[in-house]
């Protein structure tokens, strides 16, 4: 059973880019994007991009200037067959359900434009109905937090959908990598294991719910942290992380991403200390340097109950019988897999 459908729209991020209407104004980029220094901001964040990216990928590039990274922002709606709709906007028919970046890597050299890795920075309305909505609200006057039944099912069925669509296919030749800050409830300890671009691998002491919530998106998690970064990165993969993709995809990635955080995160990327051997990231770090960089962090926070609301009002709402059944099938296909 599957009544969606998913159309692409691709937007270039540079320092002229302006958000769409119905993009989530919490999205890295789109915060980036406001305000009387939002120019500055964008052509700040994506000279830091490009400076990480040529310090990775360091062979054949004497003066570090050899590369530079390209951002276009992919926005996918999806699309609901035989839903009717007075407005497309305001019923789900065509909802603005996720964006990511997609990374292309410019060969100064060569004259090469060598395509990147599609994911890294991940939003989703419904995700933001899920923890900022569903979460609270069935945690409120509980004695002790618990994880509702069925949270984030369908969520991570309507992400596979996607990766699996045909619009999917006809627009990128592999599957998505979406790169994530480390969580600071939990410890990482580092270990042997060593690849030329990801740096040191470090495995976390527990898993947690933003883990638990990909994998229902059909996504195993990895931690590594690249040389010169001050804490490790969770990188979010289908199949082989690794071998699947190319030290310059990885690198147009950790780039992209590690530069978001370190503007985001301070506290944790742009910290004057790098991680050890054993290592809790603490959001209270005082040891660290700001980037030049403006952004609204209680604006980011706040933002995410509106677009949860929003999620519910012209997606959930409108097609609850719909969603249901794919719960109902989520469901059952776990069951079937048990047995």
Known sequence: MNNFKFSIKSIGFDENYQPADNTRITTNFANLARGERRQQNLRNTLAMINNRFNSLVFWDNPNSDRYSVQLDIISVAIQIEGAVSNTEENN?????????????????????????????????????????????????NQPSF????????????????????????????????????????????????????????????????TEQYFKKMGLEVRYFMPAGSAAPLAFYFFGDLLNDYSNLELASTISTMETFQRIYRPEIYNAHAAAGERYQPNLKNRDHALTDIVYDREERSRLAVEQGKFAHEHFIKPHHALLSRVLAQSSADKAAQQQ
């Open 92 to 140: 789900g028919h065509n909802f603005p359900a996720i964006e990511v970046l997609k990374t292309t890597i410019i060969d100064g050299k060569t004259n090469q434009r060598i395509e990147g890795i599609v994911g890294n920075n991940f939003s989703s309305y419904v995700r933001d109905y899920d923890f900022s909505l569903v979460l609270p609200e069935h945690n409120k």
């Open 146 to 209: 618990s994880i509702p039944e069925q949270f984030g099912d369908l969520h991570g069925k309507l992400f596979q959908y996607f990766v699996n669509s045909e619009a999917y296919q006809q627009h990128f030749n592999k599957p998505p990598v979406i790169c994530l800050s480390v969580s600071d409830n939990k410890t990482y300890q580092r270990t042997s294991n060593q690849h030329p671009v990801l740096g040191v691998e470090y495995q976390p002491n527990e898993t947690s719910l």
